[in-house]
């Protein structure tokens, strides 16, 4: 197996779609907006310089997921994916993605960003694979808890290895991989693989990439960019 990897979050999107959801509950009127919105732009600037807690963070993003019925959760996420996903997916994403399955690589979105925003996300995208932090689902429902490891930093090492366990597939694939982020939080996986590429990447991993002399690119263009051309 020759695993391509990517991140989903302002790397194959041009924006966060955990932070969007968030605001777009909000604006629906399915959480208290006041409260909500500050407490969701907190999580994400926590998120941004690395100090996230993620255990806090999903009691918190989960909390929705608990309170309403899954019918009327698929009915706000369709709206959500026309308005707000459709229009942010990054110009030359589909590009970079082809690009891959013309090798005959596999790919695997992995995010830290729950699997009940992301699995159509992904299927918008035409990757069968993803891997995404979990929420608890019993009986018809969100109970508003974590469902295993977090799909973040290192978590996202862990899951990648218990995924290829579960395939049949030796650990040493990620050592033969390529991997795309834009943040800080990536790094560790980053390290683990044999082709790391920074997008549109935040500072700490810019500066992390120029250091270990790994490539920057941009997905914001209409065609794959290297950052010395993005401007």
């Known amino acids: 197996m020759q695993l391509a990897i990517f991140d989903l979050d302002n790397t194959l999107l041009a924006g966060d779609s955990d932070h969007a959801w968030g605001e777009f509950l909000a ?12 407490a969701n732009d907190d999580f994400y600037a926590q998120y941004l310089a690395g100090t996230l807690d993620i255990y806090e963070f999903c009691r918190f993003v989960f909390r929705p997921l608990a309170h309403h019925p899954l ?3 698929q009915r706000w996420r369709d709206e959500f994916l026309r308005e707000r996903i459709q ?8 590009e970079l993605l082809e690009r891959h399955r013309g090798a005959g690589d596999t790919l695997l979105i992995i995010t830290a960003t729950n699997s009940f925003v992301t699995r159509p996300i992904a299927d918008m995208l035409g990757v069968e694979h993803l891997l995404a932090t979990e929420p608890e689902f019993r009986e018809g429902r969100y109970t508003g808890e974590l469902d295993g490891i977090p799909c973040f930093q290192e978590g996202k090492v862990e899951r990648l290895k218990l995924w290829l366990n579960k395939r049949g597939q030796p ?10 982020s834009d943040s800080r939080n990536d790094i560790p ?5 044999r082709e790391p590429v920074a997008v549109d990447a935040d500072p700490v991993l810019a500066e992390h990439a120029r250091g270990h002399g790994w ?3 941009s997905l914001r263009q209409p065609v794959v960019v290297p950052r010395s051309q993005a401007g």
Do not use: K, N
């Open 215 to 217: 490539p920057q690119i």
């Open 87 to 94: 229009p942010m997916i990054a110009p030359a994403a589909g």
């Open 171 to 180: 650990e040493d694939v990620i050592a033969r991989a390529s991997f795309y």
């Open 189 to 193: 996986l980053l390290e683990q693989v």
């Open 27 to 38: 604006e629906v009127g399915a959480v208290d907006a006041e409260s909500y919105t500050r």
């Open 71 to 73: 019918e009327q959760l």
